[in-house]
């Protein structure tokens, strides 16, 4: 269970990513293509090409870490 702080935006990709990216890949995506800062404490919301999937990351500023499920 995900339980995100008050005012946690959340970005949600619109084209599917390819699955195989890590998270150097999809950080790579979050600045290039949805022009943002990875590092901010928002969640970005990916999904896979046959929709069937999802990852989310997000950079927890608390703890200076990556999440991702």
Same mark, same amino acid.
């Given at each position: 269970? =995900?339980?995100?702080?008050?005012?946690?935006? =959340?970005?949600?990709?619109?084209?599917?990513?390819? *699955?195989?990216?890590?998270?150097?890949? &999809?950080?790579? &995506?979050?600045? @290039?293509?949805?022009?943002?800062?990875? *590092?901010?404490?928002?969640?970005?919301? *990916?999904?896979?090409?046959?929709?069937?999937? &999802?990852?989310? =990351?997000?950079?927890?500023? @608390?703890? @200076?870490?990556?999440?991702? *499920?």
């Amino acid at each position: 269970m =995900i339980h995100p702080s008050y005012g946690v935006q =959340i970005f949600v990709a619109t084209k599917p990513v390819d *699955f195989r990216k890590g998270h150097d890949g &999809l950080v790579a &995506l979050v600045q @290039s293509h949805l022009k943002k800062k990875p *590092f901010d404490g928002a969640v970005y919301v *990916f999904r896979a090409k046959r929709a069937d999937q &999802l990852k989310m =990351i997000w950079w927890d500023t @608390s703890l @200076s870490k990556w999440h991702s *499920f």
